[in-house]
C-alpha cells in the first residue's frame, strides 16, 4: 500500500466542515424564517400552542429565545448537532480518505447546507437530529465491545432520535430504521438473537423518550384550541375528499350526504375550484369549501374519507400519486419554494414579537446563488433517492457494523419519503429535505474509506 494511501486526512475533513460551519453561522445568522418558523416562536414565548406545528420546536425556540432574542442560538445550535455527527462520521474509520474532504467542500456548496441550514424549520431540525441519533448508534455499533461508551452512544441516540420525532411525526421512520440497521450490525458480529435484542432495546428507549416527552410537552405547551391536535389529520382527510371528487363527481359521499347534505353538495359542486394538487390551500380559496367542511357533525369527514377511501379506492390512489408526484419530483419547481430567505410572517405575529421582516442584500444574494442551481440535480430529490438506494447496496454489501446502520439511514430517509405518499399536503421542498441530507451524509460515510473490502479485509489492512 502506498504511503499516500496510508495517510489520514480525517483532520483536513473535519477541518472542512468546521470552515463551512462558521461560513454557514456567518451568511445566514440570525436566521430565516417564514409563516411557520413565526408561529412558532410566538409559540415558544407565550407557552401556549397556537398550531398544529409538534409544540417540541416551539418549546426549544422559547427556551434559547429567553437566554438571547431572536432565533440566532437555535440556528448555531442546529446546525452544530449536524456537523458535530458529521465530524463524528471520522471515527468510524482508522484513516480518513482525502475524498471525503473534497466531496464535503462540494457539499457546502449545495443550498441544502449552505442556506437551508440557516432555516429555521422544523423538517431542517428533524433531518439534523435524525441524522446525529443515528451517527451515534452507528459509533455504538463499532464499540459494542466497549461497555460504558455503548451505553453512552445509546443513550445519545435514543434522545436524538426522540427528538426527531418530536419535530416531525413520521419521523419516527428514522427512529426505527436506525434500530433495525443497529440490530443487522449486532446481527453480523453475534447472531439473530443478540440482533434482535439490540434492536429491540435502541427502538424502545427511544420511543419511551418520545412519548415521555410528548406528554410532556402536552403539560408545558397547552393548545389554544381543543381540536388542534386533530387538525392536522383533518385537514389531510379534506384535501383527499376534494381531490377524489374533483376526479370523480359522483364519488360516493354517503357518510357526508346523510349528516351534512349541505355540505355534501357544496364539495361535489366547488371540488374543481378547490383542487390543486401542488398545495392544499386552494381548498380555503374555493369560496364556501373549506368552511362547510369545517362546520360538518363530528366523526362525519373521517367516516366519509374512509368510506371514500375504500369504495373508490382506484380514484383515491391516482389523486395519491399525483400530489406525491409533486412533492417527490417538483415537476414546477419554483411553485414548491425550494429555497427561502429573509423574515417573513404575518404581519400581526412579527409585530407581537417586535419582529421585522426583513430581505436584505445578503438574503437576496442567498437566494439568487440558489436560483443558478434550479433545473439541476443539485435541487432535485429523485437524484438523491437513487443515491440512497445505491449506497443501502453498496454499504449492505460491505457489511461492517457501522455500514449497517447508515444503511438503516438511507432506508429510514426513503422510508419517510415514502409516507409523504399519503400524507403529502403540498409540494415545499423542505418535506423531503431529510432525503437529501441522508444521501449527502451516506456519501461522506462512504468517501472517508472507499474501500468495498469487509471488515475482515480491513482488520487484515489495518
Avoid at 374533483?246 to 350526504?257: D, K
Wanted: charged fraction near 15%; include cysteine.
Amino acid at each position: 500500500m502506498s504511503d499516500h494511501r496510508k495517510r489520514d486526512f480525517g483532520g483536513l475533513y473535519r477541518g472542512v466542515l468546521l470552515g463551512g460551519l462558521l461560513l454557514i453561522l456567518a451568511v445566514n445568522l440570525p436566521g430565516h424564517l417564514t409563516t411557520d418558523s413565526v408561529i412558532q416562536l410566538a409559540e415558544g414565548r407565550t407557552g401556549v400552542q397556537r398550531s398544529f406545528n409538534p409544540a417540541f420546536m416551539s418549546w426549544v425556540l422559547g427556551r434559547l429565545d429567553s437566554l438571547l432574542s431572536g432565533t440566532s442560538l437555535f440556528v448555531v445550535m442546529n446546525a452544530g448537532v449536524l456537523f458535530a455527527s458529521l465530524a463524528a462520521l471520522s471515527r468510524l474509520t482508522p484513516r480518513a480518505h482525502w475524498l471525503a474532504a473534497a466531496l464535503a467542500g462540494l457539499a457546502l456548496l449545495t443550498p441544502q447546507l449552505l442556506i437551508y441550514q440557516g432555516v429555521v424549520w422544523k423538517d431542517v431540525m428533524f433531518a439534523n437530529f435524525a441524522i446525529a441519533g443515528t451517527v451515534c448508534l452507528a459509533l455504538a455499533a463499532e464499540r459494542w465491545g466497549q461497555v460504558r461508551s455503548r451505553l453512552m452512544l445509546l443513550a445519545g441516540a435514543a434522545v436524538l432520535l426522540a427528538v426527531a420525532a418530536l419535530v416531525r411525526q413520521n419521523g419516527v421512520l428514522a427512529l426505527l430504521a436506525g434500530a433495525a440497521g443497529l440490530g443487522l450490525a449486532i446481527h453480523s458480529r453475534s447472531g439473530w438473537k443478540a440482533g434482535l435484542g439490540a434492536a429491540g432495546a435502541a427502538a424502545s428507549a427511544g420511543l419511551v423518550v418520545f412519548l415521555a416527552t410528548g406528554f410532556a410537552m402536552g403539560l408545558v405547551m397547552p393548545s389554544s384550541s381543543p381540536q388542534a391536535a386533530g387538525a392536522g389529520l383533518r385537514v389531510i382527510q379534506h384535501f383527499d375528499l376534494v381531490g377524489v371528487v374533483s376526479r370523480n363527481p359522483q364519488a360516493p359521499l354517503g357518510p357526508l350526504e346523510a349528516a351534512d347534505p349541505a355540505a355534501a353538495a357544496t364539495l361535489r359542486a366547488k371540488a374543481d375550484q378547490g383542487y390543486n394538487p401542488e398545495r392544499v390551500d386552494a381548498v380555503s380559496q374555493a369560496e364556501g369549501l373549506g368552511e362547510a367542511l369545517w362546520r360538518t357533525p363530528p366523526g362525519t369527514v373521517p367516516a366519509t374519507w374512509a368510506n371514500l377511501a375504500i369504495q373508490d379506492f382506484p380514484t383515491y390512489a391516482a389523486h395519491r400519486a399525483d400530489v406525491f408526484r409533486q412533492v417527490f419530483l417538483t415537476p414546477d419547481l419554483r411553485a414548491c419554494l425550494p429555497v427561502t430567505t429573509g423574515v417573513q410572517g404575518p404581519e400581526a405575529v412579527l409585530e407581537e414579537l417586535s419582529l421585522p421582516s426583513r430581505q436584505d442584500r445578503r438574503d437576496n444574494e442567498l437566494f439568487n446563488y440558489a436560483s443558478w442551481l434550479y433545473d439541476t440535480p443539485v435541487l432535485s430529490h429523485a437524484p438523491y433517492a437513487l443515491i440512497s438506494l445505491v449506497l443501502t447496496g453498496l454499504l449492505l454489501l460491505r457489511g461492517r457494523p457501522s455500514d449497517f446502520v447508515m444503511a438503516g439511514l438511507q432506508a429510514g430517509a426513503l422510508a419517510f419519503a415514502g409516507s409523504f405518499l399519503v400524507i403529502a399536503l403540498a409540494c415545499d421542498y423542505r418535506y423531503l429535505y431529510f432525503l437529501d441530507l441522508a444521501a449527502i451524509t451516506g456519501l461522506l460515510h462512504l468517501a472517508l474509506d472507499p474501500s468495498l473490502a469487509g471488515p475482515r479485509s480491513r482488520r487484515r489492512e489495518t
